[in-house]
């Protein structure tokens, strides 16, 4: 909004005051151009009265006339300058009139908005400023401060000085004319006689129409001009007196000037009032020279061609292929206003002659003048104005005595002298009609005139309202308008305010005006007095509203300057209207640029874009900078280009792919012209976008890929995602081997190893780099845009810092860089590898992998990338020499930093409550000296296996570095997947891959089946303990530099189906000692598809048969095994049949004896789902008691077939060791711990009766099944080999190697009360194992009975004391009754003799009763009608025992003989 130090009723004075000519001689304009001034010009600065005047008013009442200026202009006969040269005027006043740089900015708290206005902080009463967000209560109403228009002030003041006199209103005609007379003149009266003659002639002849004079009777005030440097002051003083008493003291004056001497004080500096005041005088006298020159349009003529969307090329050179758009800048209306340059106009120079103003003119001639005016305006203008009042106020008077009804009748026959120039075709409402010099109507104007001119606004008003009627009545709508007009600004200007301001007045005016009239000029005075007034007194919408009106397409400039103050009354509302301000801020710069104004337009642009940016509201975000960055470059202003153009790239824009092309293009042009090849450091590129969380550092060569059947190790790379979980298994695992490397105990330092970097590792810690080792950095690129980028020469920049270096040495320049030149002096520190090439398509995001070779030691810095960005071309079509020249020219390098930011910290309290980032160092890796390097390769390694499948492959270490390495080890998630063999032997099977395919990885031997169990006693030390860490059996346990060694690994498939990830974390050390990194580590992961087999049962009973009638010297008692094999593959894998070749067995308390099957063939063939029984008679094994015994164990061999594997080497006793013997099985039931410690639970708790039970069932016999498939694979037979293991701990208690599945758990009743726990039961299943019997009788027996009716049978009842402690047994003959599931048999027999039997058995006592059955008759009987019951001797508790095999019968055949 405009606001100056003057307050609106001083503008409004200001631009109407008193109009007074100026006639000179040619010698008083000799005397005055000695101060490079005309007369005229020499008295402006003075013009405004310091002291009160007074006149009395037709009512004979006074009235004071305060701060009254006049104006003084030289008499020019000449037309009026056409309308292009007035607008040129303003033009350049406005031009000139810009916003000082670097100028302290004003802050408006706008709502949410903080706007800054760059001002001089002229002061200003803002109303809703303290009310509306009291964000400066402390300041009072006097001290507000908002941001200024000057340009806007100097463009009113000159339109309204500029403004020519008009037949409807007499404000602009001259009252007086000063005849200025040179005192040198030889006659001084003759020369006022002809300026007098020359004024009369110029106001009375009718030769001229220009000036316009107020009255016929005009003031003609004479002037003797007195040059004080020539002397001849008592002439002039004697001219001066016969002048007063030819035209009276109150006539004439005596104006001495030119007193300066230059002989004395020439260096005095003398203040100069008349610059400020000269330059639009002068321009607009240049602008007068220039219109018949330049009368071509200025404004808004540019042809429809001149406004086509085609792409053009400005003049800058720039490339425009720009969708049309409303507010877009039009060029070639621009190239019409060219931007004046810095100095082109200063006010000096535009002043005809060079030198200062004012020269001769001392400060005493300075109050001289200002007398002069002074006498002048009191004795003579006053005096005139008040009597003209009275002659026309008499006139009016002496009228009002006829009725009104008269007059107008008589005004209507006789025409009243009014020559109407209308058409008679055009409507009444026109403009034009005229009314003669002495019509009444004028009258009453004039005297409205001239009262509002001396301030008497009362009168003024009442003048202006009646006239308002007459012209009205008279439809002569220009006077109309001009008297509503006037009434409107004397109601707002009366003193008190009688009467509210009429607005309706002012909008009425500015209509008829605009659309009846079509005199734009009057209507917009009309409308800049009308907004000052409203907003004076804040009716800031009523003043928007009317400044937008008066926009239109005839005038930018005009529109420009109405539209920017309509949206200052936006801002300054009680309510400000934040977006509307913005809006029509736009329209505003759009209108200067139309105008040329670009300063100006930048300016606009530059304050709306504070209300629209971050809103969200990106197409209005795109357009405001984009017009910013091209004002700003036209006007030499290339880094706020650059600026501008960035935010249209950075941001998602939703613009079309097209028009995104051009502001690149644009983007391009600008900075290539701004840099230019003379920047030190390279600047930030906004594109492409980098998401700098994104970076993964990954330190190490990159997975070379294996030729041949060579299978490299996975390890880690930059194409595998990143797991949490698998990297805290991968430092379980390497914790594990640290802790085997160094006896178990994990270093406090201890850092799992981290290859590869990323925003969810920790990156607390600098990472550690290996010299000659690459560093990859994967960036992470994104192009928000919808045209391609091409990038090239693509690099890393870093900062070197070399070992040993202090910061405060590196601060004075120790520190290398590659900044300055990527090719030259940095390859000995580190190679930087360069992309030549890297295409980004639209919105695409694309990793980039960068390398660094670090040579040396030290701390290494990524400090960003650097880059030659362009557009790449979108057709496929190849480009013409010269628009290759031309891409070749848009190309620009700079740069982008990598700033990562680190997690967000949330451990104390004030983290909590701040936003607090930890530091996150994965771009600065110290460079450590050269380390070991390992690579593992893998052969006739499988991807597939069947479960227990037995394959032997190859793995090859190789040490690739130059320092040897050592200490190598292995963990893996599976230990029980894979082994290296044992100490044992070599096996007799090939070392070589090459070797026969169908070659059993096991040792063999030839044996015929059926013979007895080959038993071998191995030592559980030969075989590497279960454990996560496996030492790897290397020669000389060091690998040299360049060397490589083979070895043997033997592979089973997993017992699950289903596919399996093993993990392998290789561990390796230098032989050096003391190095930052202490181990190496390399990572594979392999994934097998396991197929279902065989399926394994297995189950033990004890054996039934009497010791004295065993074949064989094993009487400490035996058991029976029995095996179910069933093949249960699925035939996927293309296995044709399963061969039962094997079942071993390792213990270290039993051992398979033989096979009893019935069956003569011995080898088991299964096909799909069949099934096979076995059955094996296991015996106790018969070691000699020693030391180490519970570390021994041994293997018994059952071969169904004509080979025989010694199960007890490798990989068969390996994979033993570590499937069966696992730390699970170990603990649910450690053969090795009960055996060591039997005796004493013996004597701690023999009265234990769960602990005596068990040692009773106790077996703890491993069944070991080897099975061959034969498969057909590429027309190939191969045959597979395998096994499957099976642990018997209890008997009775059957086993299986597939685990069965869990079924689904059943919903239960929700129970409130807990239930009462149920009585504990006897173990009466547990205490019938206590006795073992067995029945020993003839199955037939023959008998005469016809000869002896009763036949006795011997039987001999055989007692087996199965457990560790003393048990009590009581036989007991007489017959039980019969179970209903029993056999129906002959019963009509007895036992004869004793009845019941009392025995007491020691432990693993055998005890033999004799015992008489007595039969009466032939037939089938069963004998097994006695009952044994058992107890502990120390027990109460009794049971029936071996309820089991009691309930099956025994039979006997009596025969009648």
């Given at each position: 909004?405009?606001q100056?130090?003057q307050?609106?009723?001083?503008?409004?004075?200001?631009?109407?005051?008193?109009?007074?000519?100026?006639?000179?001689s040619?010698?008083?304009?000799?005397v005055?151009?000695?101060?490079n001034?005309?007369?005229a010009?020499?008295?402006?600065?003075?013009?405004?009265?310091?002291?009160?005047?007074?006149?009395?008013?037709?009512n004979?009442?006074?009235?004071?006339?305060?701060?009254?200026?006049?104006?003084?202009?030289?008499?020019?006969?000449?037309?009026?300058?056409?309308?292009?040269?007035?607008?040129?005027?303003?033009?350049?006043?406005?031009?000139?009139?810009?916003?000082?740089?670097?100028?302290?900015?004003?802050?408006?708290?706008?709502?949410?908005?903080d706007?800054?206005?760059?001002?001089?902080?002229?002061?200003?009463?803002?109303?809703?400023?303290?009310?509306?967000?009291?964000t400066?209560?402390?300041?009072?109403?006097?001290?507000?401060?908002?941001?200024?228009?000057?340009?806007?002030?100097?463009?009113?003041?000159?339109?309204?000085?500029?403004?020519?006199?008009?037949?409807?209103?007499f404000?602009?005609?001259?009252?007086?004319?000063?005849?200025?007379?040179?005192?040198?003149?030889?006659?001084?009266?003759?020369?006022?006689?002809?300026?007098?003659?020359?004024?009369?002639?110029?106001?009375?002849?009718?030769?001229?129409?220009?000036?316009?004079?107020?009255?016929?009777?005009?003031?003609?005030?004479?002037?003797?001009?007195?040059?004080?440097?020539?002397?001849?002051?008592?002439?002039?003083?004697?001219?001066?007196e016969?002048?007063?008493?030819?035209?009276?003291?109150?006539?004439c004056?005596?104006?001495?000037?030119?007193?300066?001497s230059?002989?004395?004080?020439?260096?005095?500096?003398?203040?100069?009032?008349?610059?400020?005041?000269?330059?639009r005088?002068n321009?607009?006298?240049?602008?007068?020279?220039?219109?018949?020159?330049?009368?071509g349009?200025?404004?808004?003529?540019?042809?429809?061609?001149?406004?086509?969307?085609?792409?053009?090329?400005?003049?800058?050179?720039?490339?425009?292929?720009?969708?049309?758009?409303?507010?877009?800048?039009?060029?070639?209306?621009?190239?019409?206003?060219?931007?004046?340059?810095?100095?082109?106009?200063?006010?000096?120079?535009?002043?005809?002659?060079?030198?200062?103003?004012?020269?001769?003119?001392?400060?005493?001639?300075?109050?001289h003048i200002?007398?002069f005016?002074?006498?002048?305006?009191?004795?003579?203008?006053?005096?005139?104005?008040e009597?003209?009042?009275?002659?026309?106020?008499?006139?009016?008077?002496?009228?009002?005595?006829?009725?009104?009804?008269?007059?107008?009748?008589?005004?209507?026959?006789?025409?009243?002298?009014?020559?109407?120039?209308?058409?008679?075709?055009?409507?009444?409402?026109?403009?034009?009609?005229?009314?003669?010099?002495?019509?009444?109507?004028?009258?009453i104007?004039?005297?409205?005139?001239?009262?509002?001119?001396?301030?008497?606004?009362?009168?003024a008003?009442?003048?202006?309202?009646?006239?308002?009627?007459?012209?009205?009545?008279?439809?002569?709508?220009?006077?109309?308008?001009?008297?509503?007009?006037m009434?409107?600004?004397?109601?707002?200007?009366?003193?008190?305010?009688?009467?509210?301001?009429?607005?309706?007045?002012?909008?009425?005016a500015?209509?008829?005006?605009?659309?009846?009239?079509k005199?734009?000029?009057?209507?917009?005075?009309?409308?800049?007095?009308?907004?000052?007034?409203?907003?004076?007194?804040?009716?800031?919408?009523?003043?928007?509203?009317l400044?937008?009106?008066?926009?239109?397409?005839?005038?930018?400039?005009?529109?420009a300057?109405?539209?920017?103050q309509?949206?200052?009354?936006?801002?300054?509302?009680?309510?400000?209207?934040?977006?509307?301000?913005?809006?029509?801020?736009?329209?505003?710069?759009?209108?200067?640029?139309?105008?040329?104004?670009?300063?100006?337009?930048?300016?606009?642009?530059?304050?709306?874009?504070?209300?629209?940016?971050?809103?969200?509201?990106?197409?209005?975000?795109?357009?405001?900078?984009?017009?910013?960055?091209?004002?700003s470059?036209?006007?030499?202003?290339?880094?706020?280009?650059v600026?501008?153009?960035?935010?249209?790239?950075?941001?998602?824009?939703?613009?079309?792919?097209?028009?995104?092309?051009?502001?690149?293009?644009?983007?391009l042009?600008?900075?290539?012209?701004?840099?230019?090849?003379?920047?030190?450091?390279?600047?930030?590129?906004?594109?492409p976008?980098?998401?700098?969380?994104?970076t993964?550092?990954?330190?190490?060569?990159?997975?070379?890929?294996?030729?041949?059947?060579?299978?490299?190790?996975?390890?880690?790379?930059?194409?595998?995602?990143?797991?949490?979980?698998?990297?805290?298994?991968?430092?379980?695992?390497?914790?594990?081997?640290?802790?085997?490397?160094?006896?178990?105990?994990?270093?406090?330092?201890?850092?799992?190893?981290?290859?590869?970097?990323?925003?969810?590792?920790?990156?607390?810690?600098?990472?550690?780099?290996?010299?000659?080792?690459?560093?990859?950095?994967?960036?992470?690129?994104?192009?928000?845009?919808?045209?391609?980028?091409?990038?090239?020469?693509?690099?890393?920049?870093?900062?070197?810092?070399?070992?040993?270096?202090?910061?405060?040495?590196?601060?004075?320049?120790?520190?290398?860089?590659?900044?300055?030149?990527?090719?030259?002096?940095?390859?000995?520190?580190?190679?930087?590898?360069?992309?030549?090439?890297?295409?980004?398509?639209?919105?695409e995001?694309?990793?980039?992998?960068?390398?660094?070779?670090?040579?040396?030691?030290?701390?290494?810095?990524?400090?960003?990338?650097?880059?030659?960005?362009?557009?790449?071309?979108?057709?496929?079509?190849?480009?013409?020499?010269?628009?290759?020249?031309?891409?070749?020219?848009?190309?620009?390098?700079?740069?982008?930093?990598?700033?990562?930011?680190?997690?967000?910290?949330?451990?104390?309290?004030?983290?909590?409550?701040?936003?607090?980032?930890?530091?996150?160092?994965?771009?600065?890796?110290?460079?450590?000296?050269?380390?070991?390097?390992?690579e593992?390769?893998?052969?006739q390694?499988?991807?597939?296996?069947?479960?227990?499948?037995?394959?032997?492959?190859?793995?090859?270490?190789?040490?690739?570095?130059?320092?040897?390495l050592?200490?190598?080890?292995?963990?893996?998630?599976?230990?029980?997947?894979?082994?290296?063999?044992?100490r044992?032997?070599?096996?007799?099977?090939?070392?070589?891959?090459?070797?026969?395919?169908?070659?059993?990885?096991y040792k063999?031997?030839?044996?015929?089946?059926?013979?007895?169990?080959?038993?071998?006693?191995?030592?559980?030390?030969?075989?590497?303990?279960?454990?996560?860490?496996?030492?790897?059996?290397?020669?000389?346990?060091?690998?040299?530099?360049?060397?490589?060694?083979?070895?043997?690994?033997?592979l089973?498939?997993?017992?699950?189906?289903?596919?399996?990830?093993?993990?392998?974390?290789?561990?390796?050390?230098?032989?050096?000692?003391?190095?930052?990194?202490?181990?190496?580590?390399?990572?594979?992961?392999?994934?097998?598809?396991?197929?279902?087999?065989?399926s394994?049962?297995?189950?033990?009973?004890r054996?039934?048969?009497?010791?004295?009638?065993?074949?064989?010297?094993?009487?400490?008692?035996?058991?029976?095994?029995?095996?179910?094999?069933?093949?249960?593959?699925?035939?996927?894998?293309?296995?044709?049949?399963?061969h039962?070749?094997q079942?071993?067995?390792?213990?270290?308390?039993?051992?398979?004896?033989?096979?009893?099957?019935?069956?003569?063939?011995?080898?088991?063939?299964?096909?799909?789902?069949?099934?096979?029984?076995?059955?094996?008679?296991?015996?106790?094994?018969?070691?000699?008691?020693?030391?180490?015994?519970?570390?021994?164990?041994?293997?018994?061999?059952?071969?169904l077939?004509?080979?025989?594997?010694?199960?007890s080497?490798?990989?068969?006793?390996?994979?033993?060791?570590?499937?069966?013997?696992?730390?699970?099985?170990?603990?649910?039931?450690?053969?090795?711990?009960?055996?060591?410690?039997?005796?004493?639970?013996?004597?701690?708790k023999?009265?234990?009766?769960?602990?005596?039970?068990?040692?009773?069932?106790?077996?703890?016999?491993?069944?070991?099944?080897?099975?061959?498939?034969?498969?057909?694979?590429?027309n190939?037979?191969?045959?597979?080999?395998?096994?499957?293991?099976?642990?018997?701990?209890?008997?009775?208690?059957?086993?299986?190697?597939?685990?069965?599945?869990?079924?689904?758990?059943?919903?239960?009743?929700?129970?409130?009360?807990?239930?009462?726990?149920?009585?504990?039961?006897?173990?009466?299943?547990?205490?019938?194992?206590?006795?073992?019997?067995n029945?020993?009788?003839p199955?037939?027996?023959?008998?005469?009975f016809?000869?002896?009716?009763?036949?006795?049978?011997?039987?001999?009842?055989?007692?087996?004391?199965?457990?560790?402690?003393?048990?009590?047994?009581?036989?007991?003959?007489?017959?039980?009754?019969?179970?209903?599931?029993?056999?129906?048999?002959?019963?009509?027999?007895?036992?004869?003799?004793?009845t019941?039997?009392?025995?007491?058995?020691?432990?693993?006592?055998?005890?033999?009763?004799?015992?008489?059955?007595?039969?009466?008759?032939?037939?089938?009987?069963?004998?097994?009608?006695?009952?044994?019951?058992?107890?502990?001797?120390?027990?109460?508790?009794v049971?029936?025992?071996?309820?089991?095999?009691?309930?099956?019968?025994?039979?006997?055949i009596?025969?009648?003989?």
């Open positions: 909004m405009a100056c130090v307050s609106v009723q001083e503008l409004v004075q200001d631009s109407f005051v008193p109009m007074v000519a100026v006639l000179c040619e010698e008083a304009e000799r005055t151009r000695k101060n001034l005309n007369f010009e020499l008295l402006r600065p003075f013009c405004r009265l310091t002291s009160e005047g007074h006149i009395r008013d037709p004979n009442q006074v009235q004071v006339v305060k701060n009254l200026r006049i104006c003084v202009n030289n008499v020019v006969t000449s037309p009026n300058a056409a309308s292009a040269a007035q607008r040129r005027l303003l033009n350049e006043v406005v031009s000139l009139c810009q916003p000082q740089e670097g100028a302290a900015t004003n802050v408006i708290t706008a709502g949410d908005y706007l800054n206005f760059s001002d001089h902080s002229v002061k200003a009463s803002v109303p809703w400023y303290s009310a509306w967000r009291q400066l209560s402390e300041v009072s109403t006097s001290k507000h401060y908002t941001a200024t228009t000057p340009w806007f002030e100097a463009y009113r003041e000159n339109f309204l000085q500029s403004m020519a006199a008009s037949e409807h209103e404000l602009n005609h001259y009252l007086a004319c000063l005849l200025v007379v040179s005192s040198t003149e030889t006659v001084p009266v003759e020369q006022f006689l002809k300026l007098s003659q020359e004024q009369h002639r110029i106001q009375h002849s009718g030769d001229y129409t220009n000036p316009k004079w107020f009255i016929p009777n005009t003031l003609k005030y004479y002037v003797l001009l007195h040059d004080m440097g020539e002397g001849g002051e008592q002439r002039a003083e004697s001219v001066y016969d002048m007063k008493q030819r035209y009276g003291h109150q006539g004056y005596l104006l001495k000037v030119n007193s300066r230059f002989s004395a004080e020439d260096d005095e500096q003398m203040p100069d009032p008349w610059s400020q005041y000269l330059h005088s321009l607009q006298n240049q602008e007068e020279e220039d219109a018949a020159v330049n009368s349009p200025v404004e808004n003529k540019a042809s429809a061609a001149e406004v086509d969307s085609s792409p053009t090329t400005d003049k800058d050179g720039a490339p425009t292929s720009l969708e049309p758009h409303p507010l877009q800048l039009d060029t070639a209306l621009c190239a019409e206003h060219p931007e004046p340059k810095k100095g082109a106009r200063e006010p000096e120079s535009l002043v005809g002659a060079a030198g200062s103003h004012g020269a001769c003119l001392t400060l005493n001639d300075h109050d200002r007398q005016i002074q006498e002048f305006t009191f004795r003579g203008l006053l005096p005139h104005i009597k003209n009042i009275r002659q026309l106020n008499d006139q009016l008077v002496s009228r009002k005595g006829l009725s009104r009804s008269l007059f107008t009748a008589t005004k209507k026959w006789f025409g009243g002298g009014k020559v109407p120039e209308k058409g008679v075709s055009e409507p009444k409402s026109t403009c034009g009609l005229l009314y003669p010099p002495e019509a009444p109507e004028l009258q104007r004039k005297m409205a005139d001239l009262c509002f001119l001396v301030q008497h606004y009362e009168l008003y009442s003048c202006y309202h009646t006239a308002k009627k007459d012209f009205l009545s008279d439809q002569a709508m220009l006077y109309a308008a001009g008297a509503l007009e009434a409107a600004v004397s109601a707002f200007l009366q003193a008190g305010a009688p009467r509210p301001y009429p607005t309706h007045y002012m909008d009425t500015i209509q008829t005006y605009r659309d009846v009239c005199n734009m000029v009057l209507a917009e005075r009309c409308a800049l007095l009308s907004a000052e007034i409203l907003k004076s007194q804040a009716k800031y919408s009523e003043a928007a509203t400044l937008i009106k008066m926009t239109s397409e005839d005038s930018d400039l005009r529109s300057l109405l539209l920017e309509a949206a200052h009354c936006f801002i300054n509302m009680r309510n400000p209207m934040v977006r509307k301000f913005a809006f029509h801020m736009i329209l505003a710069g759009h209108r200067f640029s139309k105008a040329g104004q670009r300063r100006h337009a930048l300016r606009c642009y530059c304050q709306a874009m504070q209300v629209y940016k971050e809103r969200g509201w990106s197409l209005a975000e795109d357009h405001i900078h984009f017009t910013i960055g091209r004002q470059f036209t006007l030499s202003q290339p880094e706020k280009a600026t501008a153009f960035r935010q249209i790239l950075t941001n998602d824009s939703r613009q079309t792919a097209t028009q995104q092309g051009a502001f690149l293009r644009e983007y042009y600008v900075y290539k012209s701004v840099v230019g090849g003379d920047e030190d450091r390279l600047p930030q590129l906004p594109l976008c980098i998401h700098s969380s994104a993964r550092v990954y330190f190490g060569h990159e997975r070379r890929l294996a030729q041949g059947e060579k299978q490299a190790a996975t390890h880690v790379s930059l194409d595998q995602e990143y797991d949490q979980d698998l990297a805290a298994m991968w430092g379980h695992l390497e914790e594990q081997l640290v802790a085997a490397a160094n006896r178990g105990v994990v270093p406090a330092s201890f850092q799992p190893t981290q290859c590869c970097l990323n925003s969810q590792t920790d990156n607390l810690r600098c990472p550690l780099a290996v010299a000659e080792e690459p560093i990859i950095v994967e960036v992470m690129f994104r192009n928000p845009l919808k045209v391609p980028l091409a990038l090239s020469n693509l690099a890393l920049l870093w900062k070197f810092t070399a070992e040993g270096v202090t910061p405060s040495e590196e601060v004075t320049g120790e520190a290398i860089t590659n900044e300055e030149d990527l090719t030259e002096g940095t390859d000995n520190v580190v190679t930087t590898q360069i992309i030549l090439e890297f295409l980004l398509c639209p919105e995001t694309k990793m980039a992998r960068l390398q660094l070779l670090p040579h040396r030691t030290g701390q290494l810095s990524i400090v960003g990338v650097v880059y030659n960005l362009a557009a790449a071309p979108c057709g496929e079509t190849a480009p013409s020499c010269e628009g290759q020249q031309a891409m070749d020219f848009m190309v620009v390098r700079g740069r982008q930093d990598l700033k990562i930011q680190g997690p967000r910290l949330n451990q104390t309290k004030e983290d909590k409550m701040l936003v607090r980032h930890g530091v996150d160092r994965r771009l600065d890796p110290i460079i450590t000296p050269p380390m070991p390097l390992m593992v390769f893998f052969l390694f499988p991807t597939a296996l069947l479960c227990g499948e037995i394959r032997k492959a190859y793995v090859e270490f190789c040490n690739v570095s130059a320092v040897a050592c200490g190598l080890r292995v963990a893996s998630t599976h230990p029980d997947f894979f082994t290296f063999g044992s044992a032997p070599t096996p007799l099977t090939p070392v070589s891959p090459a070797s026969a395919e169908n070659c059993s990885a063999t031997t030839t044996r015929q089946p059926g013979s007895v169990a080959s038993e071998m006693l191995v030592s559980a030390g030969d075989f590497s303990p279960l454990s996560g860490v496996m030492e790897i059996p290397i020669d000389g346990s060091t690998l040299l530099p360049g060397e490589s060694t083979q070895l043997p690994l033997w089973r498939g997993p017992d699950h189906e289903g596919v399996h990830e093993i993990n392998f974390l290789f561990y390796y050390q230098s032989t050096e000692k003391g190095m930052k990194i202490s181990h190496r580590v390399l990572r594979h992961t392999v994934f097998i598809c396991a197929s279902r087999s065989l394994v049962q297995a189950s033990a009973c054996s039934s048969v009497p010791p004295h009638q065993r074949l064989d010297d094993k009487s400490t008692g035996g058991s029976l095994v029995f095996v179910d094999v069933e093949n249960v593959n699925t035939s996927e894998a293309g296995v044709r049949e399963f039962i070749v079942v071993s067995s390792s213990s270290q308390h039993w051992c398979l004896h033989k096979c009893i099957n019935p069956a003569n063939d011995r080898d088991c063939k299964l096909g799909s789902r069949e099934r096979a029984k076995l059955c094996f008679r296991a015996t106790r094994c018969q070691r000699p008691a020693a030391s180490d015994a519970a570390e021994e164990y041994t293997f018994a061999d059952v071969n077939g004509n080979e025989q594997i010694i199960s080497s490798t990989p068969c006793g390996d994979f033993f060791f570590r499937g069966c013997l696992s730390p699970e099985s170990q603990r649910g039931g450690g053969t090795a711990s009960r055996t060591s410690s039997s005796s004493r639970i013996q004597e701690d023999a009265a234990d009766i769960s602990n005596i039970v068990k040692k009773c069932n106790e077996l703890d016999l491993n069944i070991i099944v080897i099975w061959k498939a034969h498969v057909v694979e590429d190939k037979q191969l045959i597979l080999e395998g096994q499957l293991h099976v642990a018997l701990q209890t008997i009775g208690k059957e086993v299986t190697s597939l685990t069965p599945k869990e079924e689904a758990q059943e919903m239960v009743l929700l129970k409130f009360k807990p239930e009462a726990p149920a009585p504990v039961a006897p173990p009466s299943a547990e205490l019938s194992q206590l006795i073992k019997t029945l020993h009788y199955e037939t027996h023959s008998h005469p016809v000869q002896e009716s009763l036949c006795v049978v011997p039987v001999t009842l055989t007692l087996s004391n199965c457990s560790s402690a003393p048990v009590d047994v009581l036989i007991d003959l007489r017959h039980k009754s019969p179970s209903p599931e029993s056999v129906e048999v002959h019963s009509s027999f007895t036992w004869v003799g004793r019941q039997y009392k025995l007491q058995l020691e432990p693993q006592e055998v005890l033999c009763v004799t015992l008489r059955a007595c039969f009466l008759q032939a037939g089938v009987y069963n004998l097994n009608t006695l009952r044994v019951f058992a107890k502990l001797t120390q027990q109460g508790a049971c029936e025992a071996d309820s089991q095999q009691a309930a099956s019968p025994a039979l006997i009596i025969n009648n003989a």
